[in-house]
Antibody, heavy 122, light 108 residues
Framework: QVQLVQSGAEVREPGASVKVSCKAS????????MHWVRQAPGQGLVWMGV????????AYAQNLQGRLTLTRDTSTSTFHMELSNLRSEDTAVYYC???????????????WGQGTLVTVSS | SSELTQDPAVSVALGQTVRITCQGD??????ASWYQQKPGQAPVLVIY???NRPSGIPDRFSGSSSGNTASLTITGAQAEDEADYYC???????????FGGGTKLTVL
């Protein structure tokens, strides 16, 4: 079955960077884009960005441009999310979620990784 | 960027029908998908491609769309349906995606 397994919780100081990984299995790695979504404590889901597995094409949320970098490693079927210049408001659970689309009119995220808690604190 | 608007909270009596709505300009061009999230868990897809259910999702969950509004309907709500529900669609104003603010469903 399709599985996305994320790396463990991280604690960083303000101004530092964090890199979260998402290892995909159970499907052909290059067949599906991968999204990243975050959720601050007690808040809703927020889309961060997406990466294409074949050529690494990326698109980022406007408010994260310049701080967010999405990459992928085809040799290990793993996606990475790196967020730099961390602030306290970046404290959140970060999820990867596999993209599927239909006819350029419909996209959905399934499945999701288990989530990775990133805490930014001095 | 576009926005998707959801009611923050909705309640339903056990066994009754509830509709959760999602409004936004992007829904005139793209279909919404819907996600259920229970406390401490990752979101789970419940409706995709406007009105399709993934395997394993009960048939009491259904989806529809009209104009700028997408709806998730639960017919005969069960206690286990108590959760947060989020809509999502492609953003029509730039190359991105957007989530609604979420609706907290309480089953009474």
């Amino acid at each position: 079955q399709v599985q996305l397994v994320q790396s463990g919780a991280e604690v960083r100081e303000p101004g530092a960077s964090v890199k979260v990984s998402c290892k995909a299995s159970g499907y052909t790695f290059i067949s599906n884009y991968m999204h990243w979504v975050r959720q601050a404590p007690g808040q809703g889901l927020v889309w961060m960005g997406v990466i294409g597995p074949s050529d690494g094409t990326t698109a980022y949320a406007q408010n994260l441009q310049g701080r967010l970098t999405l990459t992928r490693d085809t040799s290990t079927s793993t996606f990475h999310m790196e967020l730099s210049n961390l602030r306290s408001e970046d404290t959140a659970v970060y999820y990867c979620a596999r993209d599927t689309s239909s006819a350029d009119k419909s996209w959905w995220f399934d499945p999701w990784g288990q989530g990775t808690l990133v805490t930014v604190s001095s | 960027s576009s926005e998707l608007t959801q009611d923050p909270a909705v309640s339903v009596a056990l066994g009754q029908t509830v509709r959760i709505t999602c409004q936004g300009d992007s829904l005139r061009a793209y279909y919404a998908s819907w996600y259920q999230q229970k406390p401490g868990q990752a979101p789970v897809l419940v409706i995709y491609n406007k009105d399709n259910r993934p395997s394993g999702i009960p048939d009491r969950f259904s989806g529809s769309s009209s104009g700028n509004t997408a709806s998730l309907t639960i017919t005969g709500a069960q206690a286990e349906d108590e959760a947060d529900y989020y809509c999502n669609s492609r953003d029509s104003s730039y190359n991105g995606w957007v989530f609604g603010g979420g609706t907290k469903l309480t089953v009474l």
